[in-house]
């Protein structure tokens, strides 16, 4: 329901009740409001998420392949829920409560961006701050795909080599799209 509303403020516990076909009232046996049945749904889909990311990633062997591997697992999961990937970042619940679980997957692009400077495909900087910038990038890439979906976007796999390039110092791509 969050994918196809693509707003968590759209949401209702009446609604879900009525999709699962339970009394509005056995929710509450489960989740205190409304705002913890949509964090706990979107926390389920980020280690969704994070687990198709991992694996992708360790299917390369080199670690620029895995960074990019990652991350493109990633954008093709928010183009297959746009919905969701909103919720998980532009919903109210995200600005009111945060979402702490997200700590993982910025974990993994710093553990991801230092084995890339590690084996020396991109220069030494500070792992955590290229990390982010690099997160910037691909959400802000992903947000506007997603929001602006008429514009004449370039094949992600394209902006994403760019981001490497730019902002990690991948020098080229390490693996086919």
């Known amino acids: 329901m969050l994918d196809e509303l693509a707003d968590d403020e759209a949401l209702s516990l009446r609604a879900v009740a009525r999709s699962v076909d339970v009394a509005a009232t056995s929710l509450y046996l489960h989740f205190a409001d409304r705002d913890a049945l949509v964090l706990a ?70 553990d991801a961006v230092r084995e890339c400077m590690d084996a020396g495909i991109a220069p030494r900087d500070d792992a955590t701050t290229v990390a982010i910038d690099l997160r910037t990038a691909v959400n802000g890439m992903l947000a506007q795909r997603i929001n602006e979906p008429d514009l004449p976007w370039p094949p992600a796999a394209e902006q994403l080599d760019r981001f490497l390039a730019k902002l990690v110092g991948i020098s080229k791509p390490t693996a086919p799209a």
């Open 41 to 110: 749904a979107m926390q389920h889909c980020h280690e969704g998420l994070v687990r198709l990311g991992d694996e992708a990633a360790a299917a390369q062997q080199d670690p620029g392949a895995a960074l990019r591997a990652r991350i493109l697992a990633q954008a093709q999961w928010a183009e297959e829920h746009p919905g969701l990937y909103k919720v998980l970042h532009e919903s109210a619940v995200h600005r009111r409560l945060g979402m702490p679980f997200k700590q993982v997957m910025v974990d993994r692009t710093i």
